[in-house]
């Protein structure tokens, strides 16, 4: 079971036959790892009849995300542990609880570059965060807000921070970040580059080209949503304010870092050869045709130290197609309609007060 076979390769080389080819194997190998080293998981997969055999992907058993909020699920014993990753959510609610080995953690890095690397480049660039630095220091912010900056982070040059930690603009940053002239990275969550870039300077009177640079946001639309914002809105926001034309949202969660879907040119979420996605009928769970909208499955080769390869999440969509986007990427790409109904809001940028 070795996952370097896959950093070896571009992340969207593969058309999907091929990556099912490579998925089928690994994933019995996984998923017979994962039943033997943690206890929780096999009693699971007996109790809901799993054989140990499958010749497809949509026969991959698959646990409901939600499960990590309750259940201590790891593959390695505790002094392997290397660090905790905790999910976002609310005041009140349960927080997922990732653990990693530092195998694990190390291949996460990895992934999340080869992944990103296919749209910013290899090289590093000055980076604007969308947030403040006590993000690092409050470990109750911690969490996987604090990891995907961390994350994108490998890609910075140099970091500036767009807010104080009283969440108030840092204009001093945010001026020096301007007067840089090659190409240049903003990362944040959704709702707060609207309302901590957008609004905010739009309130404070300020202006600013930001030109060149690349912006990838992340971590949930419920809160745009709630102000009837769509993505083409907020797309043709950063255009007419800072003439920003190139704009990546991603699609991640903490039970899976490091695996994120990013949108392409053409405004579509794609499944890299470092994971994969399936949706699934809510009535009876069977795998929904292209362009029906159901819950979606996600799987990752990745998830060694604990049993996260194959999760059944809280969010509905659909698949577009296969191999065949106006990109070029290969393998599925796909939409998020939203979650499901009553599901718990727990998205970085849906969480943050």
């Not at 690994?26 to 009849?49: I, K, S």
């Not at 499960?67 to 014993?77: G, H, M, R, T, V």
């Not at 969440?167 to 990275?185: D, I």
Request: aromatic content about 12%; hydrophobic content about 40%; charged content about 20%.
């Amino acid at each position: 079971m070795d996952y370097s076979q896959w950093l070896s390769h571009a992340p969207y080389a593969w058309t999907q036959e091929e990556k099912e080819k490579q998925y089928l194997p690994y994933f019995q190998e996984l998923t017979d790892h994962h039943r033997r080293h943690c206890r929780p998981y096999g009693q699971a997969l007996d109790v809901f009849g799993y054989g140990r055999r499958f010749s497809a992907l949509e026969q991959i058993p698959m646990l409901p995300i939600r499960l990590f909020k309750y259940l201590k699920l790891q593959s390695i014993p505790d002094e392997d542990i290397f660090k905790i990753i905790t999910s976002s959510g609310t005041t009140g609610q349960a927080r997922s609880r990732i653990v990693l080995n530092a195998a694990t953690a190390q291949n996460q890095q990895l992934t999340l570059y080869a992944i990103v690397k296919d749209f910013l480049g290899a090289g590093r660039v000055p980076m604007l965060i969308v947030d403040s630095p006590s993000v690092f220091t409050d470990r109750a912010a911690f969490n996987a807000r604090g990891a995907a900056i961390l994350g994108f982070s490998i890609f910075a040059k140099k970091k500036y921070y767009a807010l104080t930690d009283d969440l108030t603009l840092n204009k001093e940053a945010l001026q020096a970040f301007a007067s840089r002239t090659g190409p240049v990275l903003i990362f944040g969550f959704t709702f707060m580059i609207w309302k901590y870039l957008c609004q905010a300077i739009a309130a404070a009177g300020l202006s600013f080209d930001f030109s060149n640079a690349v912006v990838i946001h992340g971590g949930g639309w419920k809160k745009m949503e709630a102000q009837a914002v769509s993505a083409e809105a907020y797309k043709r926001r950063l255009y007419d304010q800072f003439r920003i034309s190139r704009v990546h949202n991603y699609y991640g969660m903490a039970e899976q870092t490091g695996c994120v879907y990013m949108e392409c040119e053409a405004g579509h979420l794609h499944a890299s050869i470092f994971s994969d996605v399936i949706v699934r009928a809510p009535e009876d769970f069977s795998p929904c045709p292209i362009g029906k909208s159901g819950i979606l499955q996600v799987l990752s080769p990745m998830a060694v130290s604990y049993p996260g390869h194959s999760l059944l999440t809280e969010d509905m969509g659909a698949i577009l197609g296969v191999d065949d986007c106006p990109c070029g990427r290969k393998g599925k790409y796909f939409r998020i309609d939203g979650r499901i109904p009553q599901a718990e809001i727990r998205g970085c940028s849906d969480t943050h007060e």
